[in-house]
């Protein structure tokens, strides 16, 4: 068997330590009643996945290269089929966990057995999910496997790039039918200074269902387009699915007496960050709502952080497996789907603050004023193994007068570089706009394996960024209640 | 292009006429309430899944043939690639239109707002679904849009018979847990016969989800392994469906006045059929939940209908499109999800006689007693462009005692031509065991479409059979609340 194709060995004692603590965590809350049952349930599942991830992959790499979804790494000296599209495996396994956790959140001879007990133990009480939530999550589980589905059409059929924006809308239709239906809210907190304008609240409306669509269009499509490196995709999803936990974590109910002294007050404002001295109610407060809403998101996000952990782990550099459309799609839409019903759009956003980068930056190639060639991978050099930042050619007509503008402020902030005609001054090359090749220009040359942790050191100072503004300045522009 | 990838033109009158038609459906209950508002959209939505699918399926045909879903077709004499897999426009089309119903069937505005005029013109009140509903039809879909999911994969990975015998309890994992989740009824009515042993009610427990997981397998594989020929898989279903909305509309509440003199009284035990003399409450003897089960099924039939329909006007004989695993997965579960759902499964069981009788006939082949080659279709014949019963060998070893007292008993019955050596009288080959061979059997060779035809009449006559059974027979082991 070809190198690039033999599968990354797992070790064995992997299963045998990870399966016990993962049924033993499914049990627990069978055994003794314990505070949020569902939670050590989907903690368990997430175990599961992590090893059926771990273990599926390479075991099914072989049939996906048999089935012609493979593909050549461009980065590299080889040239054997890797298997591509193996971001199903990862959806499957996710979705079917999914599934099978449905019981434990909401089956009444579950959560009442366990519900009455903690009543009587602790202050606050959690029912974890009301019964016609089930509804809401059955949507979300259908908005994620439309989203697998279509994900692996377009790596089937290999949908052209301008037809296939649209897609997660089409994905994100049961998300917003079922929203609908239920009669969800289409409210935003209005920020303080426009309060005079348009009071606390303001009805979006129609424009509420837009604002979703185009929310699970963006998560998706971002992630896509922020694509090229061995583990880029995955580490992306990865590190913004922890953020969201970690986020989650901040508004559960800990056990009275757990305390952590948060640095977050070190960021400003130290009087917005000690919300009220008790901390066992967590940033909840109290209200049920809160912390029902971010158990949904901790239920969707535990298995995410475990699928791509554990493909992570195979797709690490040198890749032994391609995530392709599928992962990005079906990662993407699990973002938008905790966003939207969790309500923390806004947070969520700011998790995606090196997407957003790279979108704006995508711009003027995405809508055509620079020219954009089918690949925007930086460009690898076979003899040193380094990467470097790959160019787009004006080759049949120079630059208008806008993108020539945009190019300059570009190479003004250090984002671009340019070759220009030595007579004419006219822009003949600019390196492509990814974030990748502006990592390659300001550190200079590297391998592709130092580029990828290099991204991932600006996802994680990106999430500390967003923490920092939402604990710390949202204060500025919304009051208490900030969600 | 090669004249059998050359799609059937679709006449354009059939757009013009249909679609206004269609949203005529869709408007009627917003401007003057009627009766069952979300029955019009039903009907409404499903004109326009068979406009879809009539269009859709030759637009889409040249994609799925670049992208290598194609096969030959084994019965012609040409070598064409004709487009494979295209269920997955049926399932897609199909699956879409559902979602998109469920506004009409649970937004509380558009329930409420005709329900209460309804309430005040009628005797019946029917609130159509209970809000609770939409779990229980989310869950179908779910199950639904799984089963396309792993068609697809099957056509695309080309699954092992074996394997892919389990597949469909995988895709009805969702409606079995949301049903544990609500509580659903394990509970089924013990024929008058044996109730004085079990009594009237017998709680079947966990076994139920045996039951349920095991129907769901047999609806999609008994279709599945019922095909060979231009339009079997497709009419069957098309067929079966029509059958569960006949029998739906039964129950259905009809507007007084309103009267059938339904033949069925000929069939025997006249006073067993004629259901109390009021026909406008029909067989629901104004019960609610009978008429919301039946409108449940209803919604989920008449949309597949027309899906079948569109579809097989383009996968009749000389077929341009084959269905793939993707059709067989989708219709399959469908009816098991009515079946289950608006329990009456016994009920659906008997409009498969055909497929039951196709099983028990090729269990000997299915479970390895006699040879069973890739393919049990027909034999072609392209000199006389006729179709001829198809032949196992036994190559390897002579049949088993077991198996030649089967095949014999078989050949009395005159289901399979033998053929046995002349000097030990040991059987060398026997016609494979489907009811198509038997068809040709028993009605002579014959063209590919004339076998198609009979295939229909067929499964036509063990509709009526079974409708004669259901509502003739059954009172003899049923009392009269027969589910």
Redesign the interface.
Known sequence: MAPALRPRPVPPVLLFSLLPVAAWLLIRPLLDPVPLPALYASLGLSLFALVGTLFLIPALGP?FV????KGRDLLKTYDDPIPESLGLVCASIYI?LL??F??FA????FVTHTGRTERARHGIVVHEFP??Q??VY??S??SL??A??LG?LDD???IRWRHKLPIPI?AS??LL??Y????GATDVVVPLPLRWLLGPLLNLGPLYYVYMSLLSTFCTNSINILAGINGSETSQALIIAVSVILNDLLYLPWPVGFRIALPLHLLGRPAEVDFGGAWHAGMAYGSRILVERHLFSLYFMMPLVAVCAGFLYHNWYPARAFPGDTLCYVTGMAFAVVGIQAHFSKTLLLFFLPQIFNFVLSCPQLFGLVPCPRHRVPRFDSETGLLHPSKAEFKEKPPSSLATLILHVFAALGLVQLTTNERTGVISETTNLTILNVLLLRLGPMREETLTKALICTQVAGSVFAFAVRYGLAGLVYDGNRR
Chains 1, 2 share one sequence.
């Open positions: 049939t048999r089935a012609d979804l079917l599934i099978l449905i019981p909401f089956s009444d001879s019964h016609h089930l509804s059955l949507s589980l259908l496997l439309m697998t589905m692996f089937v059929f290999d089409i239709i049961p039918i079922v609908y239906a239920e009669r």
